[in-house]
């Protein structure tokens, strides 16, 4: 009896501690035509993931940088706003990630993606920055 009652709460601490993830992604076509990105800073964001995004898109090849509105270089082609979600269980971890990318010159939407994973088993916020940029930006050469 006691084997039952043991194997049926390693079962449910499995299912509490594998937790499921979902990513959305939705790409225009005409973000191929997209070189120089910036990424807006949100005041709310703690875990540096403006500076992410940065990176990672200038590892796929684009012209990338970050910060306020305010501060935003000519010539940029598209912008991106985010909204983060974390939450601290003994570490702190990205639970959500929203973002969109719009043409800065007619504020089309070129991207969408979204990231959401609930448990305690967790991405670091550069694997979850990384797997939402790259399906919506191609590699440039």
């Known amino acids: 009896m006691w084997r039952m009652k043991l194997s049926g709460l390693l079962v449910l601490c499995g299912f509490l501690l594998a937790g499921c993830s979902t990513l959305t992604t939705h ?17 709310t964001d703690n875990h540096r993931i403006d500076q992410f995004m940065a990176e990672e898109l200038r590892r796929l090849g684009y012209d990338a940088s970050y ?3 305010t501060m935003m270089p000519d010539k940029v082609d598209a912008v ?14 990205v639970i ?8 800065n010159f007619n504020g089309k939407i070129l991207g969408t993606g979204r990231y959401y994973q609930p448990s305690m088993r967790t991405k670091s916020p550069e694997d979850v920055v990384h797997a939402v940029l790259a399906p919506i930006f191609p590699r440039r050469s």
């Open 80 to 93: 991106i706003s985010y909204r983060e979600r974390s939450a601290w269980d003994f570490k702190s971890y």
């Open 96 to 103: 959500e990630l929203n973002l969109e990318v719009k043409a």
């Open 67 to 69: 910060g306020p509105l």
């Open 27 to 43: 790409r225009d076509p005409s973000i191929a035509d997209v070189k120089r990105v910036y990424v807006e800073h949100l005041l």
